[in-house]
């Protein structure tokens, strides 16, 4: 469990194909502190550590985790939002996040807006009924906050705004038109969309 609050950002030092994807990842966390086993969100996508040294940590990307997040995330050099796992009596300054990915969604536009950016992105339009504006998602594995919401044939818009900070601390900054995203919705709208279709049948 995590709060879409990004904690630093790491950096994929090696990719080596196993039987999963071994990933080291190069952070500023005290490592000493992590424990094997635990689970660190790395750009919205929840993943066990298997072995760390001083100022790094290693995990294994599944198959089915690199089919179903964005392009561009697993692969040496790239900069991944890092989160570790909530615990008891922790401030939740973001909002409930899981770890797992929804959809990939596709950034469509980026326009400057005072200090910020807005940001319009483009999801699968089944993911459109849990966006809400003035509700939660997370992107990356960063909790930001909906502005508008539009269907658009076989998908969804949506925008959002980064902020100076945001975009100085997580790698949401260089967002630019064709950049997939990993997207999760708000999980009590997972819910609220599962019961509604089990009473539609």
């Not at 190069?26 to 066990?48: K, P, R």
């Not at 940001?119 to 990356?140: E, H, W």
């Not at 902020?163 to 609220?192: C, K």
Request: include cysteine.
């Amino acid at each position: 469990m995590f709060t879409g609050i990004v904690t630093d950002v790491g950096t994929v030092r090696s990719a080596e194909q196993r039987g999963d994807l071994r990933l080291v990842i190069g952070t500023g966390y005290d490592m000493e502190s992590v424990e094997l086993g635990a689970s660190i969100a790395c750009s919205g996508a929840c993943l066990t550590v298997v072995d760390k040294g001083e100022d790094w940590f290693a995990v294994d990307v599944s198959g089915e985790t690199v089919s179903k997040t964005a392009n561009g995330h697993w692969i040496e050099g790239a900069r991944l939002n890092l989160e570790r796992s909530l615990r008891i009596g922790d401030e939740i300054g973001g909002h409930i996040v899981t770890g797992h990915v929804d959809a990939v969604g596709e950034v469509v536009e980026v326009t400057p807006e005072g200090d910020s950016k807005h940001v319009r992105i483009s999801v699968p339009r089944a993911l459109g009924p849990m966006i809400a504006a003035k509700g939660s998602v997370a992107l990356d594995g960063a909790s930001m906050t909906v502005n508008e919401v539009r269907d658009a044939g076989e998908a969804t818009q949506f925008s959002i705004n980064v902020i100076p900070h945001t975009a100085q601390h997580t790698t949401l900054g260089d967002l630019a038109p064709g950049r997939q995203l990993n997207v999760e919705v708000d999980v009590l709208s997972r819910y609220i969309d599962r019961m509604l279709a089990a009473r539609a049948q």
